[in-house]
């Protein structure tokens, strides 16, 4: 395999509706995609996971860009035709952070790779089943009001949602528990704060336990480990993290420490697929649940994260939602979902490609860079 150029795509998709979390609203999805080309002219996908603001993460759009043009472009370039990934994310050490910019190239270069040699991501990876279950992430209602927050969660569930994770915030977290959970007496639901709390809520949070929730997702700031053991310590629901792993240490020293029972894998978060298995085995090791997470993304990034969630030790529901949950118009063939899962792509690569009339459409920039 010899990668010869990538091309940056990036587009303007509008969600169905607002998404809304403790760190601000988004209401239009700047998405990026990367391919990567070969000299046998095969195209290869990753999706750059960033929003157009540094919310999230520091990372947001234009500075992923600037850090693929500048930084991973010639890092990449040493290992333009290897044969082996785990190469791939070695040449990329040379650049400090920057996971989502890493992540997008590198799943690019892997779906080229993957492709070449017929090989599904999912088998790839040692996935183990052929559909995934998937939960929806609900975000704060618009209008803070629990009337059209329950109506929203009804749609979902009546189209099967097999979990609920509500974002929350302090002012919007006791009301909306109470509403859906009275709506839906047995529903698996779980809470993400996205970093909202300080450790003085400990006591408020441990309230929530009455809801009988799967867990709450990174309640504190993200370099919080202490913090976040006393929140395990307070509450019976378990803790989960999200924004604090980056790595496998990262996942080793939450573990260890007690500040969470449980992960949220997100190859964007984490730099890499290669990387967000082996946080997986590690947890499988540890006998510690894990869940695939979401950025929002397109057919490209969701068909990579289904692809991961099918390993064995994703035990829980995943942000795995179907396209219409997201988008009007998806870029690749819409996944669908049937009773609640979404079926784990079985063709080379990543499985789906963008379609190229809604790529032209959406496209609003793009950039050629040519592997020298
Ligand atoms: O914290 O998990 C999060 C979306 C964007 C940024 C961060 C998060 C999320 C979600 C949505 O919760 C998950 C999805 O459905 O893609
Ligand atoms: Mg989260």
């Given at each position: 395999m010899t990668i010869e150029r990538f091309r940056i795509h990036r587009l303007?998709?509008?969600?169905?509706?607002?998404?809304?979390?403790?760190?601000?609203?988004?209401?239009?999805?700047?998405v990026i995609l990367v391919e990567a080309v070969s000299s046998d002219g095969i195209s290869g996908w990753g999706e750059c996971v960033t929003m157009s603001w540094p919310g999230y993460s520091y990372e947001y759009g234009d500075n992923a860009i600037h850090v693929m043009e500048n930084h991973l472009l010639p890092a990449l370039a040493t290992v333009a035709d290897t044969d082996d990934p785990y190469e791939v994310r070695a040449a990329?050490?040379?650049?400090?952070?920057?996971?989502?910019?890493k992540n997008a190239m590198?799943?690019?270069?892997?779906?080229?790779?993957?492709?070449?040699?017929?090989?599904?991501?999912?088998?790839?990876?040692?996935?183990?089943?052929?559909?995934?279950?998937?939960?929806?992430?609900?975000?704060?209602?618009?209008?803070?009001?629990?009337?059209?927050?329950?109506?929203?969660?009804?749609?979902?569930?009546?189209?099967?949602?097999?979990?609920i994770k509500l974002k929350i915030q302090p002012g919007w977290d006791v009301e909306p528990l109470r509403a859906v959970r009275e709506a839906w007496p047995t529903i698996p639901l779980?809470?993400?704060?996205?970093?909202?709390?300080?450790?003085?809520?400990?006591?408020?949070l441990a309230s929530l336990d009455q809801f009988d929730l799967l867990l709450h997702e990174q309640p504190l700031e993200q370099d919080d480990w202490y913090g976040h053991v006393l929140m395990s310590q307070a509450c019976q629901t378990p803790i989960c993290m999200d924004e604090s792993i980056h790595s496998v240490m990262s996942a080793d020293s939450a573990l260890q420490f007690g500040a969470c029972s449980i992960i949220n894998i997100k190859p964007g978060r984490v730099g890499s697929y290669l990387t967000g298995k082996e946080i997986h085995d590690l947890c499988l090791e540890r006998g510690a649940p894990v869940w695939a997470g979401g950025m929002l993304e397109t057919g490209v990034g969701r068909a990579a994260n289904v692809a991961l969630a099918a390993l064995p030790g994703f035990t829980l529901p995943g942000d795995t939602s179907g396209s219409s949950r997201y988008y009007e118009v998806d870029v690749t063939e819409p996944f669908v979902l049937q009773d609640g899962r979404l079926p784990v792509p079985t063709g080379p690569g990543i499985g789906v490609d963008p379609l190229p009339d809604v790529l032209r459409e959406m496209t609003v920039w793009s950039t050629d860079l040519t592997v020298t």
């Amino acid at each position: 395999m010899t990668i010869e150029r990538f091309r940056i795509h990036r587009l303007n998709i509008p969600l169905v509706r607002p998404f809304r979390t403790s760190f601000g609203t988004e209401t239009l999805r700047d998405v990026i995609l990367v391919e990567a080309v070969s000299s046998d002219g095969i195209s290869g996908w990753g999706e750059c996971v960033t929003m157009s603001w540094p919310g999230y993460s520091y990372e947001y759009g234009d500075n992923a860009i600037h850090v693929m043009e500048n930084h991973l472009l010639p890092a990449l370039a040493t290992v333009a035709d290897t044969d082996d990934p785990y190469e791939v994310r070695a040449a990329m050490e040379v650049v400090a952070g920057n996971p989502m910019a890493k992540n997008a190239m590198s799943t690019a270069m892997l779906d080229v790779w993957l492709r070449e040699q017929g090989e599904s991501l999912a088998h790839y990876l040692g996935a183990v089943k052929d559909e995934v279950d998937c939960g929806v992430s609900v975000g704060i209602n618009i209008n803070e009001s629990v009337d059209e927050l329950l109506a929203e969660v009804a749609g979902y569930v009546d189209e099967g949602y097999r979990r609920i994770k509500l974002k929350i915030q302090p002012g919007w977290d006791v009301e909306p528990l109470r509403a859906v959970r009275e709506a839906w007496p047995t529903i698996p639901l779980q809470t993400d704060a996205n970093q909202a709390y300080q450790r003085s809520d400990a006591q408020h949070l441990a309230s929530l336990d009455q809801f009988d929730l799967l867990l709450h997702e990174q309640p504190l700031e993200q370099d919080d480990w202490y913090g976040h053991v006393l929140m395990s310590q307070a509450c019976q629901t378990p803790i989960c993290m999200d924004e604090s792993i980056h790595s496998v240490m990262s996942a080793d020293s939450a573990l260890q420490f007690g500040a969470c029972s449980i992960i949220n894998i997100k190859p964007g978060r984490v730099g890499s697929y290669l990387t967000g298995k082996e946080i997986h085995d590690l947890c499988l090791e540890r006998g510690a649940p894990v869940w695939a997470g979401g950025m929002l993304e397109t057919g490209v990034g969701r068909a990579a994260n289904v692809a991961l969630a099918a390993l064995p030790g994703f035990t829980l529901p995943g942000d795995t939602s179907g396209s219409s949950r997201y988008y009007e118009v998806d870029v690749t063939e819409p996944f669908v979902l049937q009773d609640g899962r979404l079926p784990v792509p079985t063709g080379p690569g990543i499985g789906v490609d963008p379609l190229p009339d809604v790529l032209r459409e959406m496209t609003v920039w793009s950039t050629d860079l040519t592997v020298t």
